[in-house]
């Protein structure tokens, strides 16, 4: 039998045992490593971390075992770095000072990196704790600061920190220079200017970089706050070298522009100097000819002579002419003066201008251009020099052979372009003679240029002309074959200077900003080009435009978007301009628009009988564009003021009705909140009389939506009502309203007297 | 005969241009100023005013706009003559009140086109 206490006892033991295993089984796994030594320093119990973490066996490491003895192993296994003989001497040392029972410290870093901070601790019944905690992370990470630090140690630029009042907390070695020189130590305030930045660099959370000069030295500064610490970081680096060699660079570049344009002045001038010589030896010659071919005895002898004289200035004058572009090309000074014109018409006038050249060598001259083939926007003399070239070319090197000058709508680099096509059935050339076609005086060879005349610079003038508008040349060519040029020009050229391609990407950037309530102008053309230019005319003047391409679809889209105007062209293919113009001006829903006329045929008074208001010539002037449009638009009627009154009331609605029409106003009444949602819905008054008191939704109902609502909530209201405010009411409208009226106060027109006063007086003034 | 003011500074321009039209049948006289062409539109009446642009004194451009602006010679067609042959020549000359132009050196078929043109729409 088992007594009963003896029982409760065993269990107990029972559980304290349980307890105990528990604890063990937790020290086993606790991440530190653990060792109790009794008085003697005999190992009591450890866990696995303290055996792995030291790399005892446990066999070796179990309870009894000595500490003194796992000294000796770990000194002998060479963990210690001293001597021999002094390994006893820190063995002693060690043991002794566990055996005095203070609390200690032992770092020790083993063979394999790791960091073990022992600590030893007295246990009050007698004995020791020990605890090893592995800090090799720790250890590791300061290892790796202390590496980082050194970063902005040895930087060669200056690097600081300071803290958001200014104080530096941090210098390196590199900012000695700049440290003395804005008188700043570690520990001080920087400098006023820099405090501010600071503040600001660490509301903004931006990094902040400025040029910042000092004492004869200029520095690149950039501050970038770290915020989480109210630190701002600045780092420095000195440009004074940078900044000077730019200022030389600068200077350097100057003194080429100045060079370069005395050298412009000087060839411009010379060539006026030059030019009029030439102009009296050229005019004389002809002079003389003329004279002598009135005395028959002389001029056989003469007049051969005069003419040598003469085509020899005119050849000079060329030449003059060629140099001076060349050198304007070259020097960037060439300028492009570009305009709207119509191609056809450029084409047309060329023949009767080469004839001459071509009829020298009994050569015959086709054009080929289609009159449709629409309008440019690019430099005309200069585009129409370098056609001239080409066939003053051709006409050159052909006898008794074809010429042809043929004008397409292509492409080049993917936007639209004009292709002028310019061949002959002439000598042709070498590829090696192609090559060097475009070169300044390199005409095929030296007796080329005797037998055939010229200065060798047109055709480099041409490519350089067709580079400046934004073009290509193409050159085929076989010898005894004949040559073809081909040119390609885009049809809008957009020039290139400085300023306006600022524009261009301001205008890309920021599109023109179109005003819905804007005039509405609806451009009709089939010219791709002549649409956008009218377009981007009008909307520089603040139009609303739309463009339609066909003149088919005229009346639909008008009534559709309700144009205010209509520009018409009148040579269109689908359609032409007198047959909509006829349509628009025959039909009710749109014969008020007015619609000018646009074309390159004159014919203002075909227009005005069709009932044109207007009638523009092409190439349009933007002036006259303007001006004409001006003109025609009808008066505004948004200028009208509109006023909204609210009440259920007839005979307040029609006297409000009535005083205000009286004054250009424009009135809407409505007989309760509802109402006055729905008109509003439909367009926002300027202002709103407001009764309270009414059926269905009342007026503090209809003011609390109104004020909601983002689009409604800027309305002026002003209260008109019959109702006796109470505070609350007064409560509910204050700061709502722009003013109350109650109409027992006085009469109602004198009341409404003070409405349109107040109206009147800017507080809610028609824009 | 078709009287012609021809308003030039360079003596041989002058006596050349004078000579050559001369012989076309036109009556010439002459200016070599702008001062001195201003007076001569007003005193001589002329057909048709050939002006050089850069002119001594009063220069082309400010010489064509005090006549422009006389009631009397307002309607005498002017032509500009200049050697520099910038396309901001023409517009200058035309904006001045000219009524044609035409660059240096003189071509003549082409100046009598003009001036026939502008001779003949003025009749």
Same mark, same amino acid.
């Given at each position: ?15 304290? #045992? ?53 000294? &000796?192993?770990?000194?002998? /296994? ?41 600590? *030893? ?24 600061? /202390? ?11 200056? $690097? ?29 305030? +920087? ?27 200029? *520095? ?17 680096? %000195? ?36 030019? #009029? ?22 001029? !056989? ?20 002419? +060629? $140099? ?163 040119? /390609?020009?885009?049809? =809008? ?42 377009? &981007?005319?009008?909307?520089?003047? +603040? ?32 359609? !032409?301009?007198? #047959? ?17 006329? $646009? ?48 009440? %259920? !009331? ?8 009535? #005083? ?38 009342? +007026?503090?109902? =209809? ?56 109206? &009147? ?7 | ?123």
């Amino acid at each position: 039998m088992i007594d009963a206490n003896e029982a409760l006892k065993n269990e107990g033991l029972e559980s304290l #045992t349980k307890s105990l295993q528990l604890l063990l089984s937790g020290l086993e796994l606790m991440q530190f490593g653990f060792a109790v030594f009794d008085q003697d320093l005999k190992l009591v119990a450890s866990n696995k971390r303290f055996s792995e973490v030291q790399g005892f066996d446990t066999s070796f490491c179990k309870p009894g075992a000595c500490l003194e003895e796992l000294f &000796r192993f770990r000194a002998k /296994r060479g963990d210690f770095d001293v001597e021999n003989d002094d390994v006893e001497a820190l063995i002693a040392e060690r043991l002794d000072r566990i055996a005095k029972l203070e609390q200690h410290e032992v770092e020790h870093k083993f063979a394999d990196n790791t960091h073990i901070v022992y600590r *030893y601790e007295p246990i009050s019944q007698g004995g020791v704790l020990c605890t090893l905690n592995d800090i090799s992370e720790i250890r590791r990470a300061e290892t790796r600061i /202390r590496q980082l630090a050194r970063m902005p140690e040895e930087n060669p630029n200056p $690097v600081l920190r300071f803290t958001r009042d200014g104080t530096m907390e941090y210098a390196n070695q590199a900012s000695e220079v700049l440290r003395a020189s804005i008188n700043c130590q570690l520990g001080e305030k +920087g400098p006023k200017d820099l405090q501010k930045l600071f503040v600001y660099v660490l509301k903004t959370n931006e990094h902040v970089e400025f040029e910042y000069d000092h004492a004869g030295r200029t *520095y690149a500064i950039m501050l970038a706050p770290v915020v989480d610490e109210d630190i701002v970081n600045v780092y420095c680096r %000195d440009i004074s070298q940078q900044k000077q060699a730019q200022a030389e660079t600068t200077r350097a570049r100057e003194k080429a522009e100045e060079a370069s344009n005395a050298k412009s002045t000087f060839l411009a001038n010379m060539s006026h100097e030059l030019r #009029t010589p030439l102009n009296a030896v050229i005019g004389y010659s002809e002079l003389l000819q003329d004279e002598a071919l009135e005395l028959p005895d002389i001029s !056989d002898i003469f007049v051969p002579d005069l003419e040598k004289i003469h085509s020899a200035g005119r050849h000079l004058l060329d030449l003059i002419n +060629g $140099v001076l572009d060349i050198s304007k090309i070259e020097s960037g000074k060439m300028e492009t003066y570009c305009e709207s014109f119509d191609v056809y018409k450029m084409i047309e006038e060329i023949p009767a201008t080469v004839a001459p050249l071509v009829d020298k060598n009994n050569n015959t001259l086709r054009v080929r251009c289609d009159q449709n083939i629409g309008t440019m926007h690019s430099d005309l003399l200069k585009i129409r020099q370098s056609i001239f070239n080409f066939l003053s070319n051709a006409a050159k090197f052909t006898e008794q052979g074809n010429i042809e000058l043929r004008v397409e709508r292509g492409q080049l680099n993917g936007e639209q372009a004009m292709v002028f096509t310019i061949s002959d059935t002439g000598i042709g050339m070498t590829p090696e003679q192609q090559e060097r076609v475009f070169d300044p005086f390199s005409q095929a060879d030296v007796s080329t240029t005797r037998k055939y005349g010229g200065t060798g610079l047109g055709l480099s003038i041409t490519q350089q002309f067709c580079h400046l508008l934004g073009g290509e040349i193409e050159v085929e060519s076989q010898p005894q074959k004949g040559t073809s040029f081909v040119m /390609r020009l885009p049809v =809008f050229y957009q020039q290139q200077d400085a300023s306006s391609e600022d524009q261009l990407v301001a205008d890309e950037l920021h599109p023109v900003q179109v005003d819905n309530n804007a005039r509405k102008v609806m451009v009709v053309d089939d010219d791709p080009v002549a649409r956008d230019l009218l377009k &981007r005319h009008l909307e520089k003047d +603040g139009y609303n435009v739309t463009t339609v391409a066909d003149g088919n679809d005229v009346i639909d889209i008008a009534l559709d978007w309700q144009p205010d105007i209509i520009t018409l062209d009148v040579l269109m293919a689908n359609v !032409d301009g007198w #047959t909509v113009l006829s349509q628009v001006k025959n039909d009710d829903r749109v014969c008020h628009i007015p619609v000018i006329m $646009v074309s390159i045929v004159d014919e203002k008074k075909m227009g005005y009988t069709l009932g044109a208001a207007d009638y523009i010539s092409k190439p349009v002037q933007q002036s006259i564009l303007r001006e004409v449009v001006a003109k025609h638009i009808p008066e505004s009627s948004a200028a009208q003021f509109e006023l909204l009154v609210i009440d %259920d !009331d007839e005979a307040t609605r029609t006297v409000v009705r009535h #005083t205000f029409e009286k004054l250009d106003c424009n009135v809407t009444e409505a007989i309760n909140g509802q109402a006055g949602w729905e008109r509003i819905e439909q367009l926002i008054p300027d202002i709103i009389l407001l009764d309270l008191m009414m059926p269905e939704v009342d +007026g503090f109902e =209809f003011l609390d939506r109104v004020k909601k609502t983002p689009e409604w909530k800027d309305i002026p209201v002003i209260v008109l009502t019959a109702k006796t405010l109470t505070k609350a009411d007064y409560a509910k409208l204050q700061g709502r309203v722009e003013n109350i009226y109650e109409k027992s106060e006085a009469p109602l027109t004198q009341i409404l007297g003070s409405v349109s006063e107040q109206i &009147r007086s800017n507080l809610v003034a028609p824009s | 005969m078709t009287k012609i003011l021809l308003v030039e500074d360079n003596e041989m321009n002058r006596d050349m241009l004078s000579r050559r039209l001369l012989r076309k049948g036109f009556e010439m006289v002459i200016a070599v100023d702008g001062a001195q062409g201003v007076e001569m539109a007003n005193s001589e009446r002329p057909d048709l005013i050939l002006m050089d642009m850069s002119l001594p004194e009063i220069d082309g451009w400010e010489a064509t706009r005090l006549i422009k602006s006389n009631d009397h010679l307002k309607h005498t067609p002017i032509i500009a003559l200049t050697a520099h042959a910038m396309p901001s020549d023409k517009q200058n000359a035309l904006d001045a009140g000219c009524d044609d132009y035409d660059t240096k050196p003189v071509e003549l078929p082409r100046l009598l086109d003009k001036m026939a043109q502008l001779l003949n729409a003025n009749d």
